[in-house]
């Protein structure tokens, strides 16, 4: 099958090093690698010979195991941690693994109709979906998960209008292209009627829906003094909001989750601290797609103070356009196949809702059941 991910870019082996890996992982050791990995992802408990003697694809004696794991070892796909234990994975087995996944993770029926009622019945404003989309994806997958919602800056107006609060203060709400909310209140001289209120939205809509918020937009006269003031004071008011189109929206779901997905309580503390730094997580999540990855595993994404965790990351695509990233973070034992299904679930479902098509065609989760295209 197509590796769901590939590693960055090493200097080119040797010959015989590719020789050697070719003969390290014959079909026999590629499948007790794989039984290692998925016991060891279940139990976080290094594994012995006997139970990878009768797995799937396996089924030779204890002693063959053993003979084999040594080897594995020796190639650096496994680590024995104390004398007389088993052996678990290193970051190099774990790509592997991830490389080589015979089966796409697929979603639960119950997790599977958790995504359509999730998408069905959340309302809102679009940064309101992404904040509860991100505890949707943690509650899938028992990781820290993270949502990059697009930035304004390519989104054009799709509506504005001005909504009066109180005699001298105006409302004005702008919605744009990629379903986000923006508001301002505005501080007016002279109280406005209804009526100009009305026939000044009226003339913004005219100028300036389909532009973006970068502007400039043009300002026509109304015949109304009163009027052009309130759309003069609008685009001011609109003007404002440049500052924030470069701000990526993140959102971060299960936190205390990792206090369960880690052993050690300083690992935890590093990667919350991590967390709550937003322009890291998104240059780390856009650094991992950007490579052609879907998993970065260990040292792999290049932030050391990150290196016993495993990213899985998934595009948001709107119009066949990356307009924002999901991603999970947890340790490098990560149950992959399930985290890549439920990422690739959550962020294909927000591009429908971004690109306002979450209603069209085939949105049964029961569709999306992570099943990918070979191209990870």
């Known amino acids: 099958m197509t590796p769901l991910a590939n590693p960055p870019a090493d200097p080119a082996p040797s010959a015989a090093d590719a020789a050697g890996d070719e003969r390290a992982l014959n079909t026999r050791r590629a499948a007790i690698l794989e039984a290692v990995v998925s016991e060891y992802i279940g ?25 084999e794991m040594v080897a594995l070892e020796k190639e650096g796909y496994l680590v024995q941690p104390h004398t007389s234990a088993g052996r ?25 109709r958790k995504v359509t009622q999730f998408f069905d019945q959340v309302h809102g404003e679009m940064e309101t979906v992404l904040e509860r989309a991100s505890g949707l994806l943690s509650e899938l997958t028992s990781y820290a998960a993270v949502v990059v919602g697009p930035s304004h800056e390519t989104a054009t107006i799709r ?16 919605v744009l292209s990629d379903g986000a909310v923006e508001k301002r209140t505005i501080d007016l001289e002279a109280e406005a009627s209804d009526e100009e209120l009305a026939t000044a939205s009226a003339l913004l809509g005219t100028h300036v829906v389909g532009t973006t918020l970068s502007g ?28 924030a189109l470069e701000a990526d929206q993140v959102f971060v779901g299960g936190p205390a989750r990792l206090a369960e ?48 965790c495993a990213v899985v990351v998934a595009p948001v695509r709107v119009d066949g356009e990356d307009r924002g990233a999901v991603g999970l973070l947890g340790p490098t034992r990560m149950d992959y196949p399930h985290a890549l299904a439920a990422a690739h679930v959550v962020g294909e479902r927000l591009g429908q809702r971004i690109g306002g098509s979450a209603g069209a065609g085939n949105t049964d989760a029961d569709s999306d059941n992570g099943g990918h295209d070979g191209d990870h």
């Open 43 to 67: 139990t976080a408990e290094p594994v012995g010979s006997s139970h990878v003697a009768n797995a799937r694809g396996v089924q030779v004696s204890s002693a063959t195991v053993r003979s």
């Open 88 to 112: 678990i994975p290193t970051d190099k087995g774990y790509r592997f693994f991830v490389d080589h996944l015979t089966t796409p993770g697929v979603l639960g029926p119950t997790q599977r």
């Open 159 to 174: 509506s504005v209008q001005l909504v009066g609060l109180a005699p001298l203060t105006v409302l004005l709400v702008v």
């Open 216 to 243: 400039p937009w043009p300002a026509p006269g109304s015949g109304s003094t009163r009027v052009d003031a309130l759309v003069a004071a609008a685009h001011r008011a609109l003007e404002s909001f440049g500052g």
């Open 261 to 308: 997905a880690f052993d050690a309580v300083e690992t935890v503390r590093t990667v919350l601290a991590i967390l709550e730094q937003q322009l890291v997580v998104v240059s780390l999540l856009r650094d991992v797609l950007d490579r052609g990855l879907s998993v970065a595993i260990g040292t792999e994404h290049g932030f050391e103070p990150l290196s016993s």
